[in-house]
């Protein structure tokens, strides 16, 4: 276990002039039968060295420690008072300056108000409530402010007061964190399972609202799968890949190709390099940097809805965010798990280039190291039991790109079915309906499971899907209320900028109430061939589902000024209009560095932009945006009739 925070060190408080730094905690404490117990716990307290002052009240059930946090932490206080035997702490209750008691303040957002009245009836709903010492709400304003005693009511409680009834809801909460509902003393506030980009997310949003954290990680190292065996390695391949590529292949007269020095294993240990300092950088780094989150590994299984145990120990938590990504998905082939294959957790790693790839599969995974190893030099065929390739495409997107794969010398193989593998010598042989294919090696890209198994989940009653994905609405809570989750083990969106935007969300909804929801209207999405595939919204069939009325525009490369200057015409533009409004619902991009477009497509679709807002924008000559504003003018004209930098 690394820990980089200890959960229980108290935050100073400056006394007197001429006296150390203080600290004070309020500890409600079970057991008690008298004074003299009081008494006894007192003495029992003062004997720890740096306590400064201790008073316990019996018919209060709570006691006031003074300390010095640099002598005696918080935890050995609340472990003398357990180790008594009689005597238990319930929780901490929050230290309050003024002497006036545990008041605290919250405001929140109040949507559905439409007068004043409104805002009268909201106060009414708190009266006669002890826990309730004022409250103040404002229609113009749209919010309400409520002291309250936290011993008699929760924060949860005041919003489930205003939401009940239905007219009125509170949106989120509103200034700073000092009031968040905190975990009893031996809890974490919130428990993290897994250690990838929702993961970190999650804990930076957490630790900017001062919560303890227990981070429980195991499988791939900090990071997951984007640093370690994903995003970071297999774009640096692929940009390796195509360096070498372009050398080989010039389309300029007057610049002719040549064959480049290339090293495999040193290329391969570049990445590892590149893995490891990301890594550092961006991960551990940054939550050495975070107070009070605690780094575990281990395997967590849940023994109820408040706990889990790692490696033998119990550990509980307030709130819980199920982060555990997902792993590659294995057919059951027979002789597969004897022929020793691939994933992408283990092929980036291999120094030694294989000579013949056989790629199982055909999703953006499958396609990106094909080209990549095949750029390398390695002889690679793909076989795929579906009709074609990134079958979540359109039939055009999909055909244009196998054509380039093949007229590169990748050996793209259909429709196939495989009975079995077996090893002849050191020879991997593959039997299928289109007959035997031979090969060094075999990766398995043949789409993801959630890694949810293991878990023990049915323990905290969280509710899966029929491929095992954790079920979540768009604030990302689950079906229990204290626990959420995010990124690949979800039915959301599995990509690591989702991930780590619903990481985000979850914490803000599990601590503050925030409201916050994840919106993928517009996605933009890469896949890292070449030419990319890229796209933001909708496609053809995904507005015909909808029931929105659309027409496409498409615009060959060979019509975009950049791509003709650059003797590079591959692929296409294609956008996808509502037909009734002109506004931008989608768009797709077959095209070198095509990944570039998707972002402007987003924005436009999130802006609700028309197709002749878009078509009467400006943008750069020369670029391969231009090529976008060429796909929306198509709508209406035919550009090949049009000259240069015509709108």
């Known amino acids: 276990m690394v820990k980089l925070r200890n ?19 309020v500890l409600e404490i079970e057991g008690m039968t008298c004074d003299h117990c009081a008494t006894g716990i007192e003495k029992k307290v003062g004997q720890l060295a740096g306590t400064a002052s201790q008073k316990v009240n019996y018919p209060e059930e709570k006691g006031i420690f003074s300390y010095d946090p640099e002598k005696v932490s918080k935890k050995e206080i609340v472990d003398t008072i357990n180790g008594m035997g009689n005597y238990s702490v319930k929780k901490e209750v929050p230290v309050v300056s003024n002497g006036q008691g545990t008041e605290e303040e919250v405001t929140f957002s109040i949507s559905g108000m439409t007068c004043d009245h409104c805002a009268t009836s909201i106060e009414k709903r708190f009266e006669g409530n002890e826990g309730i010492v004022s409250k103040s709400v404002s229609y113009a304003e749209e919010k309400g402010t409520f002291t309250f005693n936290p011993d008699k009511i929760s924060r949860q409680e005041i919003i489930e007061t205003i939401n009940k009834g239905g007219n009125y809801k509170v949106q989120k909460e509103i200034g700073g964190n000092g009031n968040l509902e905190r975990a009893a003393p031996g809890q974490y506030d919130l428990i993290i399972i897994g250690g990838g980009s929702a993961a970190f997310s999650a804990s ?10 227990l981070m429980v990680n195991a499988g791939l190292d900090i990071g997951g799968t984007c640093v370690n065996v994903g995003c970071v390695p297999s774009k640096h391949l692929i940009r390796a890949a195509e360096q070498v590529h372009r050398a080989q292949h010039s389309p300029f007269n007057g610049v002719s190709g040549a064959n480049p020095t290339f090293d495999f ?23 050495g940097d975070l107070e009070n989150i605690t780094i575990l590994e281990g395997w967590a299984k849940f023994v109820d809805a408040n706990t889990i145990e790692v490696d033998g120990k119990q550990y509980k938590g307030m709130k819980f965010l199920l982060a555990t990504g997902a792993t590659t998905k294995i057919p059951d082939i027979p002789g597969l798990e004897d022929i020793g294959y691939l994933t992408n957790e283990t092929l980036f790693d291999l120094e030694e280039q294989p000579k013949h790839l056989i790629v199982l599969g055909a999703g953006y995974i499958a396609l990106e190291i094909a080209q990549a190893y095949h750029r390398f030099g390695t002889k690679v065929t793909i076989l795929h039991r579906s009709e074609r390739l990134l079958r979540t495409q359109a039939a055009d997107i999909a055909d244009d790109l196998t054509a380039h794969f093949i007229e590169e010398g990748i050996d793209v193989h259909t429709n196939v079915s495989i009975q079995k593998f077996e090893m002849n010598g050191e020879v991997i042989v593959a039997h299928t309906n289109e007959g035997t294919f031979e090969a060094s090696h075999v990766l398995v890209a043949t789409g993801t499971r959630p890694n949810t198994n293991g878990l023990t989940i049915e323990n905290a009653g969280v509710e ?12 990302q809570e689950t079906n229990v209320g204290h626990i959420y989750a995010a990124g ?9 900028y989702t991930a780590a935007k619903e990481g985000k969300v979850a914490v803000l909804n599990a601590f503050k109430t925030s409201g916050d929801t994840v919106d993928y209207t517009g996605l933009p999405w890469v896949v890292f061939t070449d030419p990319q595939i890229a796209g933001a919204g909708m496609d053809e069939k995904e507005a015909e589902e909808a029931g929105i009325p659309y027409e496409t525009s498409v615009m060959p490369l060979t ?29 797709r991009i077959i095209a070198p560095e095509g990944g570039e477009l998707a972002m402007q497509i987003s924005l436009a679709i999130k802006a609700g932009m028309t197709v002749q807002e878009l078509a009467d924008a400006f943008h750069p000559y020369l670029t391969l945006s231009e090529g976008v504003k060429l796909a929306a003018i198509t709508f209406n004209k035919d550009v090949s009739e049009l000259s240069c930098c015509a709108s």
């Open 7 to 25: 959960i229980f060190g108290a935050k100073s408080t400056k006394t007197s002039e001429g006296q150390n730094d203080l600290s004070e905690v």
């Open 204 to 213: 930076t949003t957490a630790a900017d609202l001062g919560l303890t954290v």
């Open 265 to 287: 294993k040193t290329t391969i240990q570049q990445k590892k390099e590149l893995v490891a300092a990301l890594q550092k950088k961006k991960y551990l780094d940054v939550v």
């Open 464 to 475: 899966l899907n029929k491929t095992g994905h954790i079920l979540v609405n768009n604030k």
């Open 559 to 587: 019509e975009v000024p950049r791509a003709q200057a650059a003797l590079d015409t591959r692929g296409f533009i294609k956008l996808i209009r509502n037909s009734e409004t002109d506004k931008l619902i989608g768009g």
């Open 488 to 496: 690949d083990c979800t039915d959301t969106p599995a990509f690591v």
